[in-house]
């Protein structure tokens, strides 16, 4: 492995950028001399990943594109088929960086590509990013997209973090149909966040959720414009859920309390998507 100015010195050998700090324009040449520095990169295994993450520095500190572009080539070449192991090395190594001194938009960019390389052996350092209201989101996403092992975390957080993660963590668990999460989704109708509220809205309905209908038409009900549509919008796809779900008696009592509510003229629509489910229904 080089050491630390030998892997600066290769780095750099990296050609430079075009003048908007991108790599779009590039010539057989300087192709040919990226894979030249990345076929080295991979020979240094961890290290040379984590050399490369000390050369990162938040914007306006300095000069790092070259590196940044550097951990991207080693993104690209450990999601390609066949590079499992490379694939869990180098996750394991950008997830040992998460938390600690490091500057918060440098931790940012590590969870990117641990959205994009991670695997469920990276979930609890991630889970812990949870908890930091500057890293949340980005930690939230990344779990999503990783999927095994992340509900645990997300649901872990969610007593812990307020406001914006908040509303992603609940977001997340809805993307991931966590069943777990259905007494979660349950609770969040009643929290002081109308995103947080539309959120649980909708991980009732991924999850057909029919013990949640009636604390959903609720919530529906007492609240009013986006909030009111939103969540309007999920009972009906609650209900869709019911019926795939074979619980069409469940879905009807849904379908009948919207087609009997939405009496406003602006709510025809749900009146009549509402008839029309209440007859699939029976």
Not at 138 to 154: E, N, P, S, Y
Request: with cysteine; aromatic share 2%.
């Amino acid at each position: 492995m080089p050491t630390t100015e030998q892997l600066k010195l290769l780095v750099g050998q990296i050609p430079d950028p075009d003048k908007d700090g991108r790599y779009a324009n590039l010539d057989k040449d300087k192709v040919e001399q990226i894979e030249k520095v990345v076929a080295q990169l991979r020979k240094g295994g961890r290290d040379a990943v984590l050399g490369l993450i000390d050369m990162l520095v938040e914007p306006g500190k300095g000069d790092d594109v070259k590196a940044h572009f550097a951990l991207h080539l080693l993104v690209v070449h450990v999601t390609q088929k066949g590079s499992e192991q490379s694939r869990a090395d180098f996750a394991q190594a950008v997830a040992s960086q998460i938390g600690g001194d490091r500057p918060k938009a440098v931790q940012k960019y590590l969870i990117e590509q641990l959205q994009l390389t991670g695997t469920k052996a990276v979930v609890e350092p991630l889970g812990k990013a949870l908890l930091d209201p500057e890293l949340c989101d980005t930690a939230a996403r990344a779990l999503a997209a990783i999927r095994d092992g992340a509900a645990d975390q997300l649901l872990a957080a969610l007593p812990k973090v307020q406001g914006r993660g908040r509303l992603s963590v609940i977001e997340k668990l809805a993307v991931l149909r966590a069943d777990r999460a259905a007494d979660a989704f349950k609770q969040a109708l009643e929290d002081s966040d109308p995103g947080v509220r539309i959120g649980a809205a909708w991980g009732i309905a991924r999850l057909a959720d029919a013990s949640a209908a009636e604390a959903l038409l609720k919530c529906a009900e007492v609240h009013a414009g986006w909030e009111r549509i939103n969540e309007t919008d999920a009972c009906l796809a609650l209900a869709e859920g019911l019926v795939a779900a074979g619980k069409k008696s469940a879905a009807a009592a849904v379908y009948a309390h919207l087609q009997k509510t939405r009496t406003d003229p602006s709510e025809r629509h749900v009146r009549e998507a509402a008839g029309r489910g209440l007859l699939a229904a029976k």
